[in-house]
Every structure is written in C-alpha cells, then in structure tokens.
C-alpha cells in the first residue's frame, strides 16, 4: 500500500461527512486527479466510495483486504495483504531483510502456517493470519513481553468478538473452561546482543472458520457463536497490542490468564517441570511450585493438569 493510499484512507475514515477533491489533494499533497485515481483504485478493491457535490464519502468497506484493514485502523502501520501466503512471519522476514519496519503482512489463507518448534498452523480461508514486523529498541532477552502483549490483544479481540476466551501460557488463546484453542502467537527475531534488530509477531486466529476445517480440539469465534468478523478482529488485535504501554503488559497477561493457580506440566527443552503455576515475572516466565521448590521457566509446552486447582 503506497502511503498516499494510506493517507487518503485515513482521511476518509476520519471524516464526518464527505470530503472535497481539493481538499484531499491538499492534504495528501498530490494532484486532484491522482486523488480521483486513488479513489477509483478503493472502488475496484470493493469500497463503495459515493462522490456528490460535497466530495467523496465511503458508504461501504470491504469484508477483509489490506484497504479495508488499513481502513480507520488506529495505528501506525503499513498494510500488505496476500489472498494466500506460505506464512505471513516468512513474508514478514523477507520485508525485514529488506529493511521495512512498522508493516503487517496479512493472508487470506496460509499454505505453510508454522506454529512454534516448526510444527504447523492450520490456516484455512477465514482466519485471521498477520504478522507484524516492528523493531523495538531493547534488548533480545525483553522480546517475550511482545509474545503476552500480543497474546493480551487476541484475547481481548475475541472478547470483543463476544467469545469468552482466556490465556494459557505463554500465548495459547482458549475458549474459558475449555481447552478449545482459539488462536496462537509466533513470534521470530534478530538482535545482537544488547538490540533486537527485527521483531515479529505473528498472530493466528481462528476467527470466520468451521470447527471442521481446524485440527483436534481447536475452534473459532465462528463456531463459539461469536461476531466472526476479519476485518475488525484483525485491526482490534493490532491497535490493542500497539496501545499497551510495556508496563502494563503482565498485570494483563496475570488478568485474562488461566494457568495461574493451575497445576501443569511443562515441557521445557531441559525437562519436564511439574507442580502449580504461581506467577509469571518478567518479561514472560512461568514461576512453578513443585515438590522441590520453585522453578522459572523461560519457554515450553504448558499442560493444565487436573484437578483444575489447589493442589
Ligand atoms: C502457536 O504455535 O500457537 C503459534 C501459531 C502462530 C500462527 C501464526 S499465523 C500467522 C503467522 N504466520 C505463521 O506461519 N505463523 C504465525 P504452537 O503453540 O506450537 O501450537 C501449534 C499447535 O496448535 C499444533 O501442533 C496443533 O496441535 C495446534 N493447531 C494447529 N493449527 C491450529 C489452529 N488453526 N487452531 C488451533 N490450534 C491449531
């Protein structure tokens, strides 16, 4: 998306009524004749874009694509869209060697959706399938904090979406009570030592899907009888995650988590650690209580255990 179609984008989204063809070349500081091509572009990716006396005014937007994500996202970031992609994070990782930053790529569909330790991501039309490529000015070790913000801003979007959904640590998004897995987060990296070079964050969420298209136990906001709607989920998960100031991000994460007090199991390349969770400290471990005092674990495979809780 060039940033002139960005900018005409925002200039209508945030406009009351319709706005004049000089006005928006002025404000977009080209010609009125590229704002009349900018406008017939939106028309043929399925904006309804009425032009009257007053100037033009959208009356409809587009189920999904990169104009009607971009459309009144509240955000600073450039739109990539693909009707298909092997994996968003790979897109996401050729635009960070070439230098891009603050850009999402999104997918309609993905046909090499990976999750984490290369296993992979079912990614049938109507999920949400983005990843967002930022370049944070701190250090590697503080990166897992970007994992629970992302994992905080699905589980909001989907609690916006009117699903009651919950975090299993460290970025499992389930339906509460369940162990019905709504959405994951991948995030990749490049840092020296003391900087993070690239960060991004992919998010996959089953939003407009049938339970039948998704693996095992995994469901969607569709099936849970929630509002599937792409293009809202989509822009709410990459506002809420660019809205949260880094301090608030673990009180919550602690908030809509559901492995604290939990007993589990983990996974860890170390070992297997079992006893209760107790607490998450920064910038994203597991504390777990087990029979020989308490362990922090950085990264792994978390199960709940039952009973759900005290013991
Ligand atoms: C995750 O991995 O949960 C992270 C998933 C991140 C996917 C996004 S999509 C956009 C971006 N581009 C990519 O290529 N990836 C990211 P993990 O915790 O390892 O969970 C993977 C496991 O979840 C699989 O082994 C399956 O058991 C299960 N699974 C696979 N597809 C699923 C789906 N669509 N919904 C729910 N569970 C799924």
Redesign the pocket.
Known sequence: MTDTRRRLLDALAGADGPVSGPTLADRLGVSRAAVWKQVEALRAAGFDVESGADGYAVRSVPDYGGDAIAYGLDAPYAVEYHDRLP????RARERAVEGATDRLVVAGE?T??????D?????PPG?V???LLVRPDRPPAHVPIFTLAAAVAVTRACREAEVDAVIKWP??VLVAGSER??????TEMEGEADRVSWLIV???A?VDVAASD???T?TSVRAEGGVADRRRFCQRVVETFHGLDPDEVLPAWRDHAVTLGRAVRVETPGGTVEGKAVDVESPGALVVRTDDGERTVHAG?CEHLRPADGN
């Open positions: 994996s968003t994070n790979d993905q090499g959706g990976r999750g984490r330790l296993r992979a991501w079912a990614s999920g399938y983005a990843s970025n499992d897995k709504l959405a994951g987060v991948l992919g998010v996959g089953n998704l693996p095992g995994a495979d």
